[in-house]
T-cell receptor, first 112, second 115 residues
Framework: DTGVSQNPRHKITKRGQNVTFRCDPI?????LYWYRQTLGQGPEFLTY????????KSRLLSDRFSAERPKGSFSTLEIQRTEQGDSAMYLC??????????FGPGTRLLVL | GENVEQHPSTLSVQEGDSAVIKCTYS??????FPWYKQELGKRPQLIID?????GEKKDQRIAVTLNKTAKHFSLHITETQPEDSAVYFC??????????????FGAGTRLAVHP
């Protein structure tokens, strides 16, 4: 087990509701990434944190999405006014360097 | 931006046979190429990686080769076993000036190993 944890593991919500996911990276890793994976596809990059600083956001991250890493440890990803197209697996990964990334188990979101 | 193509999308082999998955990338500045294995409902797990200064790397039954000139890299699994059945993803990375990298993944290959 790589040690990255994510909660909740599954989330079912109604369209228009807000949801928040949490990621706890491996403790000594200062780099944290969020990815989104839809069925039959590889993960797609959403955003990156180095310590508490959010250094890059993908164009996939619309203004309904916000991510934080307030103390440089855990991170949260919030989706406001969810849409059915937001249904996906949201993966978090952490890294101790500029290369190797270790993934968490993901949060599977279903928007009805 | 970087684009990674992965083939085949599905691969079915008999136990004991070899399996080969190929990926091509578009950004010649890419310098790190990991492979992940993802079992159904589980997290992607790093199984092997290769850096651009190396042509081949081997770890027991798994090997990866890199051809920088042609911009393609391949995963080779020998003596396949049923527990190798999973979806395999390749990825390419170009280290940014900011000291981080984002993985650009291929679409995945679903490998089925039949007893």
């Amino acid at each position: 087990d790589t040690g990255v944890s994510q909660n909740p593991r599954h989330k079912i919500t109604k369209r228009g509701q807000n949801v928040t996911f949490r990621c706890d990276p491996i403790s000594e890793h200062n780099r944290l990434y969020w990815y989104r994976q839809t069925l039959g596809q590889g993960p797609e990059f959403l955003t990156y944190f180095q310590n508490e600083a959010q250094l890059e956001k993908s164009r996939l991250l619309s203004d309904r999405f916000s991510a934080e890493r307030p103390k440089g440890s855990f991170s949260t990803l919030e989706i406001q006014r969810t849409e059915q197209g937001d249904s996906a697996m949201y993966l978090c990964a952490s890294s101790p360097n500029t290369e190797t990334q270790y993934f968490g188990p993901g949060t599977r979101l279903l928007v009805l | 931006g970087e684009n990674v193509e992965q083939h085949p999308s599905t691969l079915s082999v008999q136990e004991g046979d070899s399996a080969v998955i190929k990926c091509t990338y578009s950004d010649s500045a890419s310098n790190y190429f990991p492979w992940y294995k993802q079992e159904l409902g589980k997290r992607p797990q790093l199984i092997i990686d290769i850096r651009s200064n190396v042509g081949e790397k081997k770890d027991q039954r798994i090997a990866v080769t890199l051809n920088k000139t042609a911009k393609h890299f391949s995963l080779h699994i020998t003596e396949t076993q049923p527990e190798d059945s999973a979806v395999y993803f390749c990825a390419a990375v170009r280290a940014s000036s900011g000291g981080y990298n984002k993985l650009i993944f291929g679409a995945g290959t679903r490998l089925a190993v039949h007893p």
